[in-house]
Each structure stands twice: as C-alpha cells, then as structure tokens.
Nanobody, 129 residues
Framework: QLQLVESGGGLVQPGESLRLSCTGA????????IAWFRQAPGKEREGISC????????DYVDSVKGRFTISRDTAKNTVYLQMNSLKPEDTAVYFC??????????????????????WGQGIQVTVSS
C-alpha cells in the first residue's frame, strides 16, 4: 500500500528558501502524476504545482510561478518542491498527492483535490519575521 511522506517544512523568514520532499513508501511513484497542494487556515486546499510521470512536464499556479520549482528523482522515488523567495502568504500546510487515473504525460496544477487518489499527511511551512 502506497504511503506518501512529506518532509522539509519548517519556519523561515521572508525571502528565504525551503525544499519539500514527497517520498513514496511501500510502492513506486512511477507512472503517477505528483502534485503539491497547500492549505492555509480557513481556506480550501489548493493545487499549486504538478509534475508529469516522466518529469518532462510541469505546471504552476501564478502565485508561485517563478519562485517554486517541482522536480522528481525516480531512483529515490521522491518528488521535490524547491521554494525560493518565500512570502508570508506562502504559510500553509503543504500536501503531496499522487494520481494514476489521468493521462500521465501532462498535468494542470489548479485542479480539485479529488483528482488525486493518494495523499501525504501534510507538513507545515511558516514564513514569518
């Protein structure tokens, strides 16, 4: 049974960077689209980035475009989210999700959470001075 495990969150100051990791435990992530979502207090969970199964296609929402980069390492069964120039409005719990039901070679970041079949437990990212 696949489990997704997020790591790398924490407390940083505005302008600093963090790298989140999403590792598949118990099963391979091969063939899946992997996405990062985030949920701020009182808000809906929103998709912010995704990467295709072969790593050649990715997508970002406008609020993180140019600051965040998603990548995947098949050998490590891990997807990363490099977050640079962090802002207080990036503060949220970040989740990774896996989707095996869609066309695997392209993805759209801004899709409902129901698009994804597997989820990690979430990890807190706080950006504050």
């Amino acid at each position: 049974q696949l489990q997704l495990v997020e790591s790398g969150g924490g407390l940083v100051q505005p302008g600093e960077s963090l790298r989140l990791s999403c590792t598949g435990a118990g099963s391979t992530l091969d063939g899946a689209i992997i996405a990062w979502f985030r949920q701020a207090p009182g808000k809906e969970r929103e998709g912010i980035s995704c990467i295709s199964s072969n790593g050649l296609s990715s997508d970002y929402v406008d609020s993180v475009k140019g600051r965040f980069t998603i990548s995947r390492d098949t050998a490590k069964n891990t997807v990363y989210l490099q977050m640079n120039s962090l802002k207080p409005e990036d503060t949220a719990v970040y989740f990774c999700g896996a989707d095996w039901g869609s066309y695997p070679f392209a993805c759209t970041a801004a899709v409902p959470r129901e698009h994804y079949q597997y989820w990690g437990q979430g990890i807190q990212v706080t950006v504050s001075s």
